[in-house]
């Protein structure tokens, strides 16, 4: 059975970093592209930052493009979500994501979620 186990959250302070941690297993999930997204109390699910597991392209929100930095370790079949310079707006649940898509840069091109890991900013 597929899925994706999130890891690495937790509680920083303003200006501090963090490195989310997804791991995926169970049939060809791993060959997927995968994304993060968040969703902060009260808003929509966001889109974060994406990587094509071919090719290693990556894909950023504006509003995270230079302080995130998404990347893959193949051979561990994890996907790493670098985050720098936080600030309390990026309080909310990071949720990892799978497509067959080559990219996944929206809710509805996902095929798998993670259950998500809880970042919390103090400021």
């Known amino acids: 059975q597929a899925q994706l186990v999130e890891s690495g959250g937790g509680t920083v302070q303003t200006g501090g970093s963090l490195t989310l941690s997804c791991a995926a297993s169970g049939g060809t999930i791993r060959f997927f592209s995968k994304g993060w997204f968040r969703q902060a109390p009260g808003k929509q699910r966001e889109f974060v930052a994406g990587?094509?597991?071919?090719?290693?392209?990556?894909y950023y929100s504006d509003s995270m493009k230079g302080r995130f930095i998404i990347s893959r370790d193949n051979a561990k079949n994890t996907v790493s979500l670098q985050m720098n310079g936080l600030k309390p707006e990026d309080t909310a649940v990071y949720y990892c994501a799978a497509s067959s898509l080559s990219v996944v840069l929206t809710e509805h091109s996902a095929n798998y979620w993670g259950q998500g890991t809880q970042v919390t900013v103090s400021s």
């Open positions: 990587i094509n597991w071919n090719s290693g392209s990556t």
